[in-house]
């Protein structure tokens, strides 16, 4: 039965992970707009993801555990990239690839560097979310933001609880998981509750 869930669940999560970030980069490309996106709250998530990445690859978790990660990334690349491109210029997103990359090869220099970045990443990805939220809260409209993203990204946590729980127990990954899934259902519920109907053409 234990082998089924987790079967279950971290095959789930990388189906729901595989196609993730497709609404919200629809939504933008249907809109021509990234108006309702919080471009810090995008940077400080593809941060967060970049680190947990990192400490799973340092520490050689098992690989179902977070093999979502590197879909994760890409589509959070192709996601910035049409922020910048609707906001007028692809070419500022170059320093910031720079920046993650570099970062990828410096996380893993020290044990002491990848095990802080990561006690840290948990407080990046819940600024990422809050980003997000105030965003949402200033505009009062949700614009292209995808409240089907944001489910299935609680979704993707509450998995990861069970296959933690039942693989490595990391404390600190656990916690990262939980704090994720709140904001995440904090996000949806607010992305739904600015979502202004949209006007049919007469």
Same mark, same amino acid.
């Given at each position: 039965?234990? $082998?089924?869930?987790?079967?279950?669940?971290?095959? *789930?999560?990388?189906?729901?992970?595989?196609?993730?970030?497709?609404?919200?980069? @629809?939504?933008?490309?249907?809109?021509?707009?990234?108006?309702?996106?919080?471009?810090?709250?995008?940077?400080?998530?593809?941060?967060?993801?970049?680190?947990?990445?990192? #400490?799973?690859?340092?520490?050689?978790?098992?690989?179902?555990? #977070?093999?979502?990660?590197?879909?994760?990334?890409?589509?959070?690349?192709?996601?910035?990239?049409?922020?910048? @491109?609707?906001?007028?210029?692809?070419?500022?997103?170059?320093?910031?690839?720079?920046?993650?990359?570099? *970062?990828?090869?410096?996380?893993?220099?020290?044990?002491?560097?990848?095990?802080?970045?990561?006690?840290?990443?948990?407080?990046? *990805?819940?600024? %990422?979310?809050?980003?997000?939220?105030? #965003?949402?809260?200033?505009?009062?409209?949700?614009?292209?933001?995808? $409240?089907?993203?944001?489910?299935? %990204?609680?979704?993707?946590?509450?998995?990861?609880?069970?296959?933690?729980?039942?693989?490595?127990?990391?404390?600190?990954?656990?916690?990262?998981?939980?704090?994720?899934?709140?904001?995440?259902?904090?996000?949806?519920?607010?992305?739904?509750?600015?979502?202004?109907?949209?006007?049919?053409?007469?």
């Amino acid at each position: 039965m234990e $082998a089924a869930l987790l079967w279950f669940c971290n095959w *789930s999560t990388l189906g729901v992970c595989a196609a993730l970030k497709l609404p919200q980069i @629809h939504a933008q490309l249907a809109a021509r707009s990234a108006r309702g996106l919080s471009l810090p709250s995008l940077l400080l998530e593809l941060a967060g993801f970049l680190v947990f990445l990192r #400490y799973q690859c340092y520490y050689e978790n098992p690989l179902l555990t #977070y093999l979502e990660y590197p879909i994760l990334i890409a589509q959070d690349v192709i996601l910035l990239l049409c922020v910048f @491109h609707f906001n007028g210029n692809v070419k500022q997103a170059v320093p910031y690839l720079a920046g993650f990359v570099l *970062s990828w090869f410096v996380l893993s220099l020290q044990k002491w560097i990848i095990d802080l970045a990561m006690n840290l990443c948990t407080f990046i *990805s819940a600024a %990422s979310k809050f980003a997000q939220l105030q #965003y949402l809260w200033k505009a009062q409209d949700s614009g292209a933001v995808s $409240a089907l993203t944001w489910a299935l %990204s609680a979704y993707t946590c509450a998995t990861r609880i069970v296959t933690t729980l039942m693989t490595t127990n990391d404390f600190t990954i656990l916690t990262r998981f939980v704090i994720m899934l709140a904001l995440n259902i904090w996000v949806t519920a607010t992305v739904l509750r600015y979502r202004k109907p949209a006007v049919k053409a007469e």
